[in-house]
């Protein structure tokens, strides 16, 4: 029993860091409308960023307050300008073709202008060991879950209580009415993708320390993530927390119990087992989004 809480806590721990990738699926899907398969990679950017920024000496919280900066120009304002405004149009199928050929690009960018090597990345919370039951707990996992119950639910909060969260869903839901109902559609659209880009930053900040900063690491975070906000619910941002846990815990389980070659692709078969049996996902909703 012991062993099994050991896994269950540390797979808390992954799964929030999934949740967190996960919840920029959910929120671009339900305020803008689209889906950015980007995701993995607009956390490596952040990550890298903020490896930049330390060399130059700037402590590691300074660090990420001037790459969230950079990231809401870029991942924010630059890509919803070059990629979103000019596909946004023509439906959500050519922004998803964009955004896999702009991951494919940023990942072989950065390794033959960069480096193809894994950097270490400092630990926000530290390496302090608690144990509680025989069960052993760092502080970076406490940190980790703790983070991403917090954002997660204030992003639900921000979406569904406050009137700017509500005019991004109506703008999601149709541009058009939006429009006519004096909300200026560009502008919350871009707040979608500002946010997200902030999220990713986040996500970078707690990740990193265990994947390293390294070019292909969105690549793997960005699958897992997905298969995530699937699972949870697309059109639930707290379905992205459920989906990133369950995620999290049954790759521990699976490598400790079955074998460690099937780890990666247990997010694959919950996936599966959901759309066929509740294609909306554990908490996602079968009616339309309303505002």
Partial sequence: ?????????????????????????????????????????????????????????????????????????????????????????????????????????????????????????????????????????????????????????AVQAFISKTVTGRAMQAVAQNTESASVLGINVPRMIFYTFAINAVLACMAALLVTPTYLAKFDMGESLGTKAFFAAIIGGFNNSRGALLGGLIVGVSENLAAAYISPSYKDAVALVIFMVVILFKPQGLLGKKEERKV
């Fill in 1 to 153: 029993m012991t062993d099994f809480l050991q896994l269950f806590f540390s797979g808390l721990s992954t799964g929030s860091i999934y949740a967190l990738a996960a919840l920029g699926f959910t929120l671009l899907w339900q305020a803008a409308g689209t889906i950015n398969f980007a995701q993995g990679e607009f956390v490596m950017l952040p990550a890298f960023a903020m490896l930049g920024f330390m060399h130059l000496g700037a402590p590691l919280l300074v660090s990420l307050g001037l790459t969230m900066v950079v990231a809401v120009a870029v991942l924010g304002w630059a890509f919803k300008r070059s990629v979103v405004d000019p596909l946004f149009k023509f439906g959500m199928m050519p922004i998803v073709v964009a955004t896999i050929g702009l991951s494919i690009v940023m990942r072989n960018s950065l390794r033959a202008g960069y480096s193809a090597e894994a950097h270490p990345f400092p630990a926000l919370f530290g390496d302090t060991l608690f144990n509680v039951g025989g069960v052993t707990v760092t502080m970076g996992d406490i940190g980790t879950l703790v983070c991403a119950l917090v954002i997660v639910f």
